[in-house]
């Protein structure tokens, strides 16, 4: 039963001092006697949300999650980077030195479009693959995913159209959530997005009379897919884009991490006036300090910045501080060099592991990055099998976690940054013990493929 | 944090752990100190843990000295060395719930808050649950409780068949252990009764499969003080769609009638049948029954909770609180319970 008031009967939080120790905010007397009409929903506030606000709620899986982070559970779920490779003492001594030397910038608030010296320095970090821009293109945000948000609200209306790659990043999913984007995949292959099936969605979108907005891509070491968009197909993409009048969201946070070869020319290096460029050094250096950034088009740059400073008013100086002395002074590319073989040898590791223990599934080779994106043996449901992996102290996320529909029951993405090799290798016998009692149960009650999946799959910070 | 350490090495000396945990008088005028079990390695791990703030947060208000620690390698050190007066496992699921944890608890001869491990046990498994409650006389639906390997060996459509054959539609199934309803569905057709199977088998070796039975869904709290247990009054419970995880832990989905909606003899047959599954298993300090009730006023026991959900949009808390209990008054006194028996027996 809904009604027009579906907090009636409770009070405000203002009304009920208890609520700061805990009490859930029911009257103490309650009013509901047996002709009570309404009882509580323990949010006095329902009624008062945002339409888009009623999609955001903790889902079963997110809890089963809770035990990921225990050293018993080897989790092949995670995004986190492996920060242990890195010069904490260093570290340690350049933030004292910011602050001892600069302390009235590092911790003041700063300007909203971000540390000058530091956006040089992001130039040079984006010259490695091929990007040439000037200091006044970038926007340093919060996070690559902050900007990512900002994009989505300058530009996506509710019932836009964004176009992402099937699969595509949980975490960007949520943001078009969130602004009520309508999102439609274009499916990818080996060689990343496939051209053909971009124009062909963007012809059928058009003769549907839909807005496009935003092409959002994920060109390097794709989270979840583990794919990379070839050298041939970057400019064939970009053209597609450019004709059909859709701009396109280039994010890079992984680009750096590649385990052979020379990184492929960003896509915002061969066109700059349609494409926004996202990147991050959560992946590269430390996620701790949230410092990523845009490079964008110039009157795209400065609506960026007027959105960045009223969500924000400015990014933290001192974490921007403490990476612009990083980078200044830290031999930063061997850092990530470093990173580069440390990731290569875990990536060798689960690759292995999976070809002993689960010869029945299929899966990427990433030639970068921090994931591989596993099909399961026929009519297993990767969601439906998380318990069975919790208990057995293995975690991984859900393939369905990384579409805006119901696809990808029969996937998982499984990440090789965090754990050691030994875990990576212990966690893929664990899994292939999970997948044969599932398989064993699905065959035994004839039951496949997919079923229904109802909630939203909002992912903790540490899946991204 | 290291001031806090610096407290309690200062106590753990004071207290003399190793000499016997002192009795209730030797308290102090500081209160009881308190250590909240939560978290665990279960499915209901984030709930345990949001339990655990939660009372912790109350217990302190009333006064009491209280730490939260994790059930991890660490836990067994923390209690040798701080020597608390008194444990309170918050812990939902697994070794929290099945006993194991309390066992540990008595073989440390430590205080604890709640139902003693053999009765535990005995509650923690749905099946045995309802077989001990329907000897004592209480009405609960017909079921049975079958293993994995048993559809295995039988053939699992013969079996699927021969319990709807028996058990007719709708079904309710559930892992026979566990709770947040993890792993429970309903089934009103028969072809849906494999899929839930496996739905509950992913949860663990056996399955519950019950007829569902059509009425009100009503949970009603029980609490412990000097003159023994008493209920609290009944949540009634009215759910847009299957109380599920997302409908018990996300405000909206489910409305709460409390006190539920009941004529003078139906909250009485609630709550005598809350506080005779309370009796028939033994159980002590505090528990949750959650029970149908049905057109006809009879209730239907469904199972029981030894360590019932403490959180914001937990039932126990808000009927406590119904009842015209502050929690944190309630959850002291049931502390005070817990050490004035444990003092009595150990004279």
């Known amino acids: 039963m809904t009604s027009e008031t579906p907090g009636a009967g409770a009070l405000p939080p203002t009304g009920a001092a208890a609520t700061d120790r805990g009490v859930p905010a029911v009257p103490p007397t309650s009013p509901a006697g047996p002709e009570g009409a309404?009882?509580?929903?323990?949010?006095?506030?329902?009624?008062?949300?945002?339409?888009?606000?009623?999609?955001?709620?903790?889902?079963?899986?997110?809890?089963?999650?809770?035990?990921?982070?225990?050293?018993?559970?080897?989790?092949l779920a995670g995004g986190m980077p492996y920060l242990e490779g890195l010069p904490l003492d260093v570290l340690a001594d350049l933030s004292r030195r910011v602050v001892a030397t600069r302390g009235t910038t590092a911790l003041q608030y700063g300007s909203g479009q971000g540390d000058e010296t530091l956006r040089e320095q992001i130039l040079d970090v984006m010259r490695l693959e091929g990007i040439d821009a000037h200091p006044d293109d970038v926007v340093v945000t919060t996070g690559s995913q902050q900007a990512l948000d900002l994009v989505t609200r300058i530009f996506v209306n509710p019932g836009d159209v964004v176009l992402a790659e099937a699969p595509s990043y949980v975490g960007a999913l949520g943001v078009f959530r969130a602004y009520e984007a309508d999102v439609v995949h274009v499916p990818l292959d080996a060689d990343g997005l496939i051209p053909a099936a971009l124009e062909?969605?963007?012809?059928?979108?058009?003769?549907?009379?839909?807005?496009?907005?935003?092409?959002?891509?994920?060109?390097?070491?794709?989270?979840?897919?583990?794919?990379?968009?070839?050298?041939?197909?970057?400019?064939?993409?970009?053209?597609?884009?450019?004709?059909?009048?859709?701009?396109?969201?280039?994010?890079?946070?992984?680009?750096?991490?590649?385990?052979?070869g020379d990184p492929l020319p960003a896509l915002r290096s061969l066109e700059s006036d349609?494409?926004?460029?996202?990147?991050?050094?959560?992946?590269?250096?430390?996620?701790?300090?949230?410092?990523?950034?845009?490079?964008?088009?110039?009157?795209?740059?400065?609506?960026?910045?007027?959105?960045?400073?009223?969500?924000?008013?400015?990014?933290?100086?001192?974490?921007?501080?403490?990476?612009?002395?990083?980078?200044?002074?830290?031999?930063?590319?061997?850092?990530?060099?470093?990173?580069?073989?440390?990731?290569?040898?875990?990536?060798?590791?689960?690759?292995?592991?999976?070809?002993?223990?689960l010869p029945d599934a299929s899966w990427t080779v990433p030639d970068g990055g921090f994931y591989t994106w596993v099909r399961l043996p026929e009519g297993l449901d990767a969601r439906a099998m998380l318990p069975r992996a919790v208990t057995a102290r293995v975690a991984y996320v859900p393939g369905t976690a990384f579409y805006f529909d119901d696809r990808g029951t029969d996937h998982m993405r499984l990440s090789f940054c965090f754990p050691t090799p030994d875990r990576i290798r212990e966690g893929v016998r664990r899994l292939a013990g999970v997948v044969a009692g599932e398989s064993e149960l699905v065959s035994l009650f004839g039951t496949s493929g997919a079923r229904s999946v109802h909630d939203v799959q909002a992912p903790g910070p540490d899946l991204a | 944090m290291r001031e806090?350490?610096?407290?309690?090495?200062?106590?753990?000396?004071?207290?003399?752990?190793?000499?016997?945990?002192?009795?209730?008088?030797?308290?102090?005028?500081?209160?009881?100190?308190?250590?909240?079990?939560?978290?665990?390695?279960?499915?209901?791990?984030?709930?345990?843990?949001?339990?655990?703030?939660?009372?912790?947060?109350?217990?302190?208000?009333?006064?009491?000295?209280?730490?939260?620690?994790?059930?991890?390698?660490?836990?067994?050190?923390?209690?040798?060395?701080?020597?608390?007066?008194?444990?309170?496992?918050?812990?939902?699921?697994?070794?929290?719930?099945?006993?194991?944890?309390?066992?540990?608890?008595?073989l440390l001869g430590l205080r604890y808050l709640g139902t003693d491990p053999r009765a535990s046990r005995l509650a923690w498994s749905k099946p045995v649950a309802k077989t001990v409650v329907a000897r004592a006389g209480l009405t609960t639906p017909e079921f049975v409780t079958l293993p994995q390997s048993l559809f295995r060996e039988l053939?699992?459509?013969?079996?699927?068949?021969?319990?709807?054959?028996?058990?007719?539609?709708?079904?309710?199934?559930?892992?026979?252990?566990?709770?947040?309803?993890?792993?429970?569905?309903?089934?009103?057709?028969?072809?849906?009764?494999?899929?839930?199977m496996v739905d509950a088998f992913a949860y663990?070796?056996?399955?519950?499969?019950?007829?569902?039975?059509?009425?009100?869904?009503?949970?009603?709290?029980?609490?412990?003080?000097?003159?023994?247990?008493?209920?609290?009054?009944?949540?009634?419970?009215?759910?847009?769609?299957?109380?599920?995880?997302?409908?018990?832990?996300?405000?909206?989905?489910?409305?709460?009638?409390?006190?539920?909606?009941?004529?003078?003899?139906?909250?009485?047959?609630?709550?005598?049948?809350?506080?005779?599954?309370?009796?028939?298993?033994?159980?002590?300090?505090?528990?949750?029954?959650?029970?149908?009730?049905?057109?006809?006023?009879?209730?239907?026991?469904?199972?029981?909770?030894?360590?019932?959900?403490?959180?914001?949009?937990?039932?126990?808390?808000q009927a406590a609180v119904a009842a015209g209990h502050d929690l944190g008054v309630l959850y002291r006194s049931l502390v005070e319970i817990a050490l004035g028996e444990a003092a009595v027996t150990r004279v």
């Not at chain 1, 933290?316 to 002395?325: D, E, G, K, P, W």
Request: hydrophobic residues 45%; charged residues 25%.
């Open chain 2, 155 to 196: 053939g699992a459509g013969r079996v699927l068949d021969a319990i709807v054959g028996r058990l007719g539609l709708p079904l309710v199934v559930k892992p026979s252990r566990g709770g947040s309803a993890l792993g429970v569905s309903l089934v009103r057709e028969a072809g849906e009764l494999a899929r839930a």
């Open chain 1, 274 to 357: 349609g494409v926004v460029y996202l990147g991050s050094f959560s992946k590269t250096f430390a996620p701790g300090y949230r410092v990523g950034w845009a490079v964008a088009p110039h009157a795209v740059r400065e609506k960026l910045v007027l959105a960045s400073e009223s969500a924000i008013l400015s990014p933290s100086n001192a974490s921007q501080l403490a990476i612009s002395a990083y980078l200044a002074t830290c031999d930063w590319k061997g850092q990530i060099k470093a990173f580069r073989e440390l990731y290569r040898e875990r990536r060798d590791a689960m690759v292995g592991a999976l070809a002993e223990h």
């Open chain 1, 38 to 75: 309404h009882g509580t929903r323990l949010d006095p506030w329902l009624h008062a949300y945002a339409d888009r606000a009623h999609a955001m709620r903790a889902s079963e899986i997110r809890a089963l999650f809770a035990v990921a982070n225990r050293p018993e559970v080897v989790s």
């Open chain 1, 200 to 260: 062909e969605t963007l012809t059928a979108l058009e003769r549907a009379g839909r807005r496009v907005k935003l092409l959002y891509t994920v060109p390097n070491f794709h989270n979840p897919a583990g794919v990379t968009l070839s050298a041939e197909r970057r400019p064939q993409i970009l053209e597609i884009a450019r004709r059909h009048g859709v701009l396109v969201l280039e994010d890079n946070p992984y680009g750096l991490l590649g385990f052979s």
């Open chain 2, 4 to 106: 806090d350490r610096a407290v309690r090495e200062d106590r753990a000396v004071t207290a003399a752990p190793g000499q016997g945990a002192p009795l209730l008088h030797a308290v102090g005028a500081a209160g009881p100190r308190v250590v909240v079990l939560a978290g665990g390695l279960s499915h209901e791990r984030d709930v345990s843990l949001r339990s655990g703030r939660r009372v912790a947060d109350a217990l302190r208000g009333a006064g009491l000295e209280v730490t939260v620690h994790d059930v991890d390698a660490d836990l067994l050190p923390v209690l040798a060395q701080t020597g608390p007066d008194l444990v309170w496992p918050l812990l939902h699921g697994a070794t929290g719930e099945d006993g194991s944890v309390r066992d540990v608890l008595e």
């Open chain 2, 204 to 317: 663990g070796d056996t399955a519950l499969v019950e007829r569902a039975v059509r009425g009100r869904e009503v949970a009603v709290s029980v609490v412990e003080d000097v003159d023994g247990p008493r209920a609290l009054p009944g949540v009634e419970i009215v759910t847009e769609g299957p109380y599920d995880y997302d409908a018990r832990y996300n405000p909206g989905r489910t409305e709460y009638f409390t006190p539920a909606r009941l004529s003078g003899a139906e909250a009485a047959a609630v709550a005598e049948m809350a506080l005779a599954a309370h009796g028939a298993l033994g159980l002590r300090h505090l528990s949750r029954t959650d029970l149908i009730l049905d057109d006809d006023g009879v209730p239907h026991f469904l199972e029981v909770n030894v360590a019932p959900g403490m959180t914001e949009t937990s039932l126990f808390p």
